[in-house]
T-cell receptor, first 113, second 114 residues
Framework: GENVEQHPSTLSVQEGDSAVIKCTYS??????FPWYKQELGKRPQLIID?????GEKKDQRIAVTLNKTAKHFSLHITETQPEDSAVYFC????????????FGAGTRLAVHP | IAGITQAPTSQILAAGRRMTLRCTQD?????MYWYRQDLGLGLRLIHYSNTAGTTGKGEVPDGYSVSRANTDDFPLTLASAVPSQTSVYFCASRPQASSYNEQFFGPGTRLTVL
């Protein structure tokens, strides 16, 4: 079945450093890739998403890159701040017809001052 | 505007008891979902509904049932709770199941089955 693998499971960085989280997906028909951030005790919230017709998308300090050939996509956070500390989930789904998001297992990011 | 709400916030339940987790959204979203979140396992889909009157099974449906009598409500029922159903349950919705749009999550229900 469809599967999304996410690495690393935990990531610790110093404030100001960059953080990269990587995901691979199994369904070659996937063409929508959102990223969610979940702060401790809170609900997941969408922070950025990308469709398969583009290779990169940026929004201030966060960016997502997509390599459809290799079936992997990554989240890049630059100039990390303590408030970036959270669990980040990648997800993938097919477009067209009824589709469901398949989530990765999550990455716990800790940004140390 | 409340968005998407869940009740109860938390619950401790004896094994074997029946329990219904409630989910309501006021955004007129067609698609709704139930996930469970366990440490290290991310968000796993239990059941979904692409539109009112229809439901489908996700990746971990056993022991759970859902109904979608109207657009706003999507209750999740545990017919006879077991300790392995201890988890945090999130309800989610999105405008359409068939397009690229944001999926919104409820605040979650923390369920403990003893």
């Amino acid at each position: 079945g469809e599967n999304v693998e996410q690495h690393p499971s935990t990531l610790s960085v110093q404030e100001g450093d960059s953080a990269v989280i990587k995901c691979t997906y199994s369904d070659s028909a996937s063409n929508y890739f959102p990223w969610y951030k979940q702060e401790l005790g809170k609900r997941p919230q969408l922070i950025i998403d990308i469709r398969s017709n583009v290779g990169e998308k940026k929004d201030q300090r966060i960016a997502v890159t997509l390599n459809k050939t290799a079936k992997h996509f990554s989240l890049h956070i630059t100039e990390t701040q303590p408030e970036d500390s959270a669990v980040y989930f990648c997800a993938a789904s097919r477009g067209g017809g009824y589709n469901k998001l398949i989530f990765g297992a999550g990455t716990r990011l800790a940004v140390h001052p | 505007i409340a968005g998407i709400t869940q009740a109860p916030t938390s619950q401790i339940l004896a094994a074997g008891r029946r329990m219904t987790l409630r989910c309501t959204q006021d955004m007129r979203h067609n698609a709704m979902y139930w996930y469970r979140q366990d440490l290290g396992l991310g968000l796993r889909l239990i059941h979904y509904s692409n539109t009112a009157g229809t439901t489908g099974k996700g990746e971990v449906p056993d022991g759970y049932s859902v109904s979608r009598a109207n657009t706003d409500d999507f209750p999740l029922t545990l017919a006879s709770a077991v300790p392995s159903q201890t988890s945090v349950y999130f309800c989610a919705s999105r405008p359409q199941a068939s397009s690229y749009n944001e999926q919104f999550f409820g605040p979650g229900t923390r369920l403990t089955v003893l």
